[in-house]
């Protein structure tokens, strides 16, 4: 199985994975694999649309939430603040050159971020090896 590897971005924090698929075919992948998971999706934003919406052009973009009170509760009651980064979120784009990316937030970012016990990492870990998994060729 080819899977893509997470690689940094430019931006602190942030994780992203090259796509082997089509922007659409991406989004339905995640989609799909939260769902078959379990994991609830509170929202998923066409930021494209949002912008044509207001006479603005972009790429193909769409923001997916996503989460597992489960996981991130805990996160929350260690401290409150890490709420601004949960639920998490996929950012799926698609370059000019047609390449597609999903962008987030990376579990050891958030934990750091918010000075959380090292063992809360277990919670979110797991997100970052299904989306690579989702976007594997063989998956």
Same mark, same amino acid.
């Given at each position: ?18 796509? $082997? ?5 991406? !989004? ?12 609830? !999706? ?25 989460? &597992?009170?489960?996981? %991130?509760? $805990?996160?929350?009651?260690?401290? $409150?603040?890490? %709420? ?13 050159? %047609? ?5 987030? &937030? ?10 959380? $016990?090292?063992?809360?990492?277990? &919670?979110?870990?797991?997100?970052? %090896?299904?989306?690579?998994? #989702?976007?594997? #060729?063989?998956?």
């Amino acid at each position: 199985m080819t899977s893509p590897t997470a690689h940094s971005s430019d931006v602190a924090g942030l994780i992203r994975f090259r796509s $082997p698929y089509s922007f659409d075919d991406t !989004v339905h992948r995640l989609l799909a694999a939260f769902a078959d998971r379990g994991i609830k !999706v509170f929202a998923t934003i066409d930021q494209q649309a949002e912008a044509l919406a207001v006479g603005l052009s972009m790429p193909p973009t769409t923001l997916i939430l996503f989460g &597992n009170p489960k996981a %991130g509760t $805990p996160l929350m009651l260690a401290n $409150p603040q890490s %709420g601004v980064d949960l639920p998490l979120k996929a950012l799926v784009t698609e370059s000019s050159a %047609g390449e597609v990316d999903v962008t987030m &937030n990376a579990g050891a970012y958030i934990i750091q971020r918010h000075g959380l $016990p090292a063992e809360l990492l277990a &919670n979110l870990a797991p997100v970052e %090896g299904l989306v690579a998994s #989702v976007l594997s #060729v063989e998956h």
